[in-house]
């Protein structure tokens, strides 16, 4: 098929400046920034705040102009309202109709997409399922958490099945166990062959689902590529023992001591404090 | 649309967004200006067709606006004359309780330049100047005869006035031309001038059936109509029983007999010995 | 794979994509869900309490009675009251309600989720409008029949009342009756004050559309809810500047372009100032309500184009 060829997002020589109003100054956001997503790929833009990220994904929504470059969703141009008809966007912090319950706000977006009553409704059980909202369905927005707001989010964008889903900073203000939840509902788009591209500052959560990473400081691209391949240290090998005797260790040592290698550090394995806290709050929540 | 066919997957056109922007917005600017040319005629000839149809006043002049005080002014600019007028018909009442024929006289001014169409007020504006305030100063036993007189009979000429300039606002109205005969009847003693006026209203579309009675009646005491008068009365009690009221076969007798009318063609039976 | 199928058996085909319509028919649908949500929106913000307002206004009314008055000048009081009241109301609720709806979408970022779905920005600005449009037209329905249902109690008292006082005073007869009872009645409930009540509803419609335009320039509602009160006063001043500039020829050059400039922006609200007069009772005829409408009808296109092309390209 021709289109398993087109990239889900191709983003080219992408450039925007804000322009001041009156006397201020104007600001480069984005500078010549070009990337590519493969359909199917989790793609994670990570830098520091105002580095351009949201810019730039807004950008390739159609939410504002480039200054210069293009940007386009499945080989259509993002000035194109039909550009989006193959993407879904959560943006960071989003409120949406808070007199809305969450099954009538997935209808809203549902309908807006223009996806007929009978699959809609069909959809919509599947979404909340799918991010574990069902028990909240009928409740307005007003009274969800942060982490439930997100999910509901997630959700909505998800509601036309899109090829292709936006998240900007999709755990900020999350705590642990909903992050975790957000992070294994990327896992699963990803097994289900949506493309997913994802901002965050939160290096270790990208660490866990991207397949490509590109780092943006100052509104330019300054590393990109797969992940395995930018964070491994070549010259080094990791050993994991599982009730290794301190004779064993030893004897370890002076082998690699012996065979010409460097010894850099022996010692045992921490758990990530994250880890930690959800073993131990796993179950009790809610 | 295959996309994988066309390497050129951006939309190609030459202008920046920039520039597009811009031309968007001095359009956007251009149809405001091209609709304001357009539709100030038609909002003229609107206008024009809404004064025709009294829905729309004309405007307030200065004059207006000190008298009614700013939120007022703003007020009955804004739509909501009936309402100021409304409200300073409530007004004028305190007036009337604290017996300041000068404000009262001013506030029914004001009402009926807010709402020249609505005849009620002239009306009752007449009704307080000429009865009210009239009697107010005739029968003020604290000034002198002369005085009385002049301030009485000046408040009856204001109530005459007022209700002339309400008739020119709403010639088709009965009621105005009637309680102008009424002041010339019962005010002047002008019963010549008050039978023209009975028979204008008696014309005007809605009046009731009386004002051709009263018009008679009063033609009857007018010196030098008295044939007319009583043609008009002889022809009201030809029409039918309903006209036959005691005042009006008073008013035959005594024309009968004033006329010396011959016993056989008199209209009423002759009366037993 | 057909609707039914998709009815029984939910499923996510990987990167395949649900039935979705196209074209003027989605365009439609989606204006009817954005005014639906905006309907919803206003009607759970629980801005429909001013009708409570309204309603106590109207039966406080009703009962106000000054000794004097007569039972015509009750009754007018009584309309001067609700239908300025109904007025007033509708267009203040008309620029408020249209000032929070796109500055709160864009504070809250909702309008970006809305926008990242395929929806052209005239859908959303028409769907918008057309909601808070809707609102409107449910409140003036609502005030209509508050506001005639006491018309219609006070008429009825007004007229048993001054009849049974003219009979006991005796000397009136069935013909005065008759005059005494159509007089009363004419300052009653009738068709023609439908009339005024369309035109404040033509009038606020135009209210919403200007409204709309000022928020899609302005970024938060209080700067587009004192913008649209601007425009009220204005707008109702217009028709003096529209006269200055035709017909003051001999003012002075930057005098009548100001004049002119106003006349040609800013809308006329006289227009559908008859409240006036329909309460003096003069009759609008069919054709004087038609080139009302469709006076609105125009302005609301324009102001909705003017709308769109600003918003556009707004960035958000």
């Known amino acids: 098929m021709s289109e398993k060829k087109t990239a889900a997002v191709s983003i080219d020589g992408l450039t925007k400046v804000f322009r001041g109003a009156l006397a201020r100054e104007s600001v480069v956001a984005v500078k010549e920034l070009s990337l590519e997503v493969a359909p199917g790929e989790v793609y994670g833009l990570i830098g520091p705040n105002g580095s351009g990220k949201s810019t730039t994904m807004k950008v390739l929504l159609g939410l504002i102009r480039p200054s210069a470059g293009r940007t386009a969703i499945f080989g259509v141009d993002s000035t194109r309202v039909e550009s989006r008809r193959q993407v879904g966007f959560l943006p960071e912090n989003p409120y949406f109709y808070r007199h809305l319950t969450g099954r009538e706000t997935l209808q809203f977006y549902g309908r807006l997409c223009g996806v007929g009553r009978g699959a809609l409704r069909a959809r919509i059980d599947e979404l909340l399922e799918l991010v574990e909202l069902g028990h909240a369905a009928r409740r307005p927005l007003r009274g969800y958490s942060k982490g439930m707001l997100q999910r509901i989010g997630l959700a909505q964008a998800l509601v036309q099945e899109p090829r292709l889903v936006v998240l900007d900073e999709p755990t900020a203000g999350v705590d642990p166990a909903g992050s975790r939840k957000i992070r294994d509902l990327i896992l699963e788009l990803k097994q289900r062959g949506i493309a997913v591209v994802l901002s965050s500052h939160l290096l270790e959560q990208v660490q866990e689902v991207c397949d490509r990473v590109g780092i943006i400081f100052n509104g330019s691209m300054v590393q990109e590529g797969r992940l395995e391949d930018l964070i491994s240290i070549e010259n080094q090998t990791e050993i994991i023992l599982k009730n290794a005797s301190a004779d064993l260790l030893e004897r370890i040592r002076d082998l690699a001591e012996g065979a010409d290698a460097e010894f850099v550090k022996m010692g045992q394995p921490r758990t990530t404090l994250e880890s930690l806290f959800l073993r131990e709050t796993e179950g009790r929540e809610e | ?273 | 794979m057909s609707s039914r199928e998709a009815d029984r058996k939910p499923r996510v085909k990987p990167g395949g994509t649900v039935a979705t319509r196209r074209g003027i028919g989605a365009s439609a649908g989606r204006i009817g869900t954005l005014a639906g949500t905006t309907f919803l929106q206003l009607l759970r913000m629980k801005t429909f309490y001013f009708l409570l307002i309204f309603s106590i206004l109207v039966v406080v009314a009703s009962t106000f009675n000054v000794l004097h008055h007569t039972g015509e000048q009750h009754l007018k009081l009584l309309k001067d009251v609700a239908l300025g009241a109904m007025s007033l109301f509708t267009s203040l609720f008309a620029i408020v309600a249209t000032a929070l709806l796109i500055p709160s979408d864009l504070e809250d970022r909702t309008l970006q989720t809305i926008l990242a779905k395929p929806v052209p920005r005239y859908d959303y600005i028409l769907g918008k409008l057309c909601g808070v449009i809707l609102v409107v037209a449910v409140s003036v329905v609502v005030m209509d029949l508050i506001f005639g249902a006491v018309l219609y109690a006070r008429e009825e008292m007004m007229v048993a009342a001054e009849l049974a006082g003219a009979t006991e005073s005796g000397g009136f007869a069935e013909e005065d009756l008759a005059v005494l009872e159509e007089r009363l009645r004419s300052q009653g409930l009738n068709w023609n004050l439908q009339n005024a009540v369309a035109a404040i509803f033509l009038k606020s419609c135009v209210i919403c559309a200007v409204t709309m335009l000022v928020s899609t320039i302005a970024s938060t509602s209080l700067f587009t809810i004192i913008v649209g009160f601007v425009i009220f006063f204005i707008g109702h001043l217009q028709s003096v500047a529209r006269d200055y500039w035709m017909h003051a020829l001999d003012a002075g050059l930057w005098k009548r372009l100001f004049s002119g400039l106003v006349a040609l922006i800013f809308p006329d609200f006289q227009i559908f100032n008859v409240v006036d007069g329909v309460v003096a009772g003069e009759v609008i005829p069919l054709g004087a309500m038609t080139r009302m409408a469709g006076l609105t009808i125009l302005y609301v296109m324009v102001y909705s184009m003017v709308a769109y092309l600003v918003f556009a390209d707004r960035e958000l």
């Open chain 2, 1 to 273: 649309m295959s996309p994988a066919d066309n390497p050129g997957i951006f939309r190609k056109n030459g202008m920046s967004y920039r520039l597009r922007r811009n031309l968007k917005r001095a359009a956007a600017g251009l149809v405001l200006l091209v609709f304001g040319i357009g539709r100030m005629s038609w909002e003229g000839s609107m206008e024009e067709e809404w004064k025709r149809l009294q829905l729309r006043a004309g405007g307030l002049d200065l004059g207006v606006r000190e008298q009614l005080g700013q939120m007022s002014y703003l007020a009955a600019l804004g739509g909501f004359r009936s309402l100021v007028a409304s409200f300073l018909s409530v007004k004028a009442f305190n007036e009337w309780e604290n017996v300041d024929w000068v404000k009262l006289e001013s506030t029914y001014g004001l009402m009926t330049r807010l709402q020249p169409r609505v005849a009620g007020y002239w009306e009752e504006g007449a009704w307080h100047l000429a009865y009210n305030a009239s009697a107010f100063y005739l029968l003020n036993e604290e000034m002198s005869p002369g005085v009385r007189r002049h301030l009485g009979g000046r408040y009856i000429r204001k109530g005459e006035e007022f209700l002339r300039e309400g008739i020119r606002n709403n010639p088709e109205e009965y009621l105005l031309r009637q309680r102008l005969a009424e002041i010339y009847r019962n005010k002047f003693g002008d019963h010549c001038r008050a039978a023209d006026e009975f028979a204008i209203a008696a014309r005007l579309e809605g009046a009731p059936e009386y004002c051709r009675r009263f018009a008679a009646y009063e033609m009857a005491d007018c010196e030098g109509r008295e044939w007319e008068a009583y043609a008009a009365l002889a022809g009201l009690y030809g029409e039918g029983v309903r006209h036959r009221k005691p005042t009006l076969l008073a008013k035959l007798g005594e024309l009968e007999e004033k006329l010396s009318i011959p016993e056989a063609k008199r209209v009423l039976p002759e009366k037993g010995p």
